[in-house]
């Protein structure tokens, strides 16, 4: 029948997952359909609610009580609360403390840090954990999270007489398989300053997917960071602020992003004035320790670091990489034949180019590493600029010297020429290139 209502006939518990997917508020509406969706919303299964939706304070508190009574006996996917009032969140937080909770997110907007309750350490169905700007206290009894999978924290605060209380926390998780911490405070203020988390241990034999970002706000060298974990499969790893970096027994690693200047070492006299060996050593054994790693996202700050640390020591061996896409730049750009020498299996690179054009420094690149005679079958560049002298000698490097590449995909920043130009040069490239099944597209 034309303009029949087929949702509505659908089993109401059907209905409740598919509003489950939408924020409370939305949720709601609904109920002003028809008298069916009446009261549909009072039995979803979750809460995500924002201290926006509501014109005060005791509006939010009487909406989430009479949702709380409802579904007294109910389990909850999620309980998802921002609010600018701490008072308010730690005493919701309590009271979702007395539900069945499988996913719990808290924000505190105004960033007071209000105490999450100790509760929160010991729950028996809680899958999903998210706290931003909250303080966690010393847990009093031992941690026990045995469904939790997945953890993330940001800028949270920690008791400062206890440092381990995050290291605690992870493991009491038996099943933590996603984790992330981000410490990104601009508005730091000496209290955090005295409570953010400066030692962070991860220790699992499960956990799968890490994110870590420490921004260097504050210039500290006060941090430490040692991840000891056999089944990590992706790590992204962004920190300018840690003194001490361990990694160990990555052994199932498949992919990392590394964002890390090291500056927090050695400062600006080991870059430009020469060496130090407690540097050197941790850069070294980073590398080693991610050296089994299959996919590698690397940024220009950590390329310029390898590139003065390469002039020091011997850059690690990476025998099962085979994609890198790193971000090169003029000043980095004799790094480049030494890093792939170390990459002896590469298959596909990715890189994009950072033209400087005030870098004075004449670089050439001659020497051909293994994998460009033996591995290397598609390269791909991006961010030229046309006619620039830097990045037209990086494609001709790659066309001239790889042996079976397959593939070369150049493409620029800047577009001011005509296809028929673009055209002239592919065919100029195509002359060029070593490898005779090698196809050339530009962009």
Same mark, same amino acid.
């Given at each position: ?7 509505? /006939? =659908?089993?109401?518990? %059907? ?16 109920? =002003? %359909? ?5 009261? !549909? ?19 939010? $508190? ?17 309980? $998802?609360? $921002?609010?600018?009032? /701490?008072? *308010? ?14 996913? =719990? ?24 954990? &998210?706290?931003?700007? !909250? ?28 440092? @381990? ?36 241990? !991860? ?9 870590? #970002? ?24 962004? /920190? ?6 361990? !990694?160990?027994? %990555? ?11 090291? &500056? ?22 980073? *590398? ?28 690690? &061996? ?12 003029? /000043?980095? @750009? ?23 054009? #005030? *870098?004075? #420094? ?9 994998? @460009?005679? #033996? ?23 790659? =066309? ?11 493409? *620029? ?31």
């Amino acid at each position: 029948m034309a303009g029949r209502d087929r949702i509505s /006939d =659908l089993p109401e518990c %059907l209905l409740t997952q598919i509003l489950s997917y939408l924020p409370t508020k939305d949720s709601v509406k609904t109920s =002003l %359909l028809s008298k069916r969706w009446e009261s !549909v919303w009072l039995r979803v299964p979750g809460l995500d609610l924002r201290f926006y939706d509501f014109p005060d304070v005791q509006a939010m $508190e009487s909406f989430i009580d009479q949702f709380l009574k409802v579904n007294k006996y109910s389990q909850l996917q999620k309980f $998802e609360i $921002e609010s600018k009032n /701490d008072g *308010f969140l730690v005493s919701w937080i309590c009271r979702a403390d007395g539900h069945v909770v499988h996913r =719990l997110d808290v924000s505190d907007v105004i960033r007071k840090a209000p105490n999450v309750t100790q509760s929160i350490y010991r729950s028996n169905t809680l899958v999903s954990l &998210k706290l931003v700007s !909250v303080r966690l206290e010393t847990p009093k009894c031992s941690v026990y999270l045995p469904c939790l999978k997945i953890m993330y924290s940001e800028d949270v605060w920690y008791d400062y007489d206890d440092p @381990l209380t995050m290291e605690k926390t992870i493991a009491g998780c038996p099943a933590l398989e996603d984790l992330t911490v981000i410490v990104s405070r601009p508005w730091l203020d000496e209290s955090f300053e005295r409570n953010f988390l400066k030692h962070l241990r !991860v220790r699992s034999q499960i956990l799968k997917r890490f994110r870590l #970002m420490f921004e260097d706000r504050w210039g500290g060298r006060k941090c430490s960071v040692e991840i000891d974990a056999p089944s990590l499969e992706y790590m992204s790893f962004s /920190d300018n602020q840690s003194a001490k970096i361990v !990694v160990k027994n %990555l052994s199932s690693l498949v992919m990392v992003d590394i964002d890390c200047a090291f &500056k927090a070492y050695f400062g600006e006299a080991f870059l430009l004035q020469g060496r130090e060996n407690i540097s050197e050593l941790t850069i070294h054994d980073f *590398f080693a320790g991610i050296s089994g790693v299959r996919h590698m996202i690397i940024s220009r700050p950590t390329l310029q670091v390898l590139c003065r640390y390469s002039e020091l020591g011997k850059i690690p &061996k990476f025998e099962y990489l085979y994609r890198l896409q790193a971000k090169f730049s003029c /000043d980095t @750009l004799r790094l480049l034949p030494k890093f792939l020498e170390s990459c002896i299996n590469l298959e596909d690179l990715i890189v994009d180019f950072d033209a400087d054009s #005030m *870098f004075p #420094m004449k670089i050439e690149l001659t020497y051909v590493p293994r994998c @460009l005679i #033996m591995t290397l079958e598609s390269v791909e560049i991006n961010k030229l600029k046309w006619n620039e002298e830097w990045g037209m000698k990086l494609v001709n490097y790659f =066309l001239e010297n790889s042996v079976i590449l397959k593939k070369l995909t150049v493409s *620029f920043i800047d577009s001011p020429v005509s296809n028929q130009e673009r055209e002239i040069y592919r065919k100029l490239l195509t002359t060029r290139k070593r490898s005779g099944r090698c196809q050339v597209s530009i962009y």
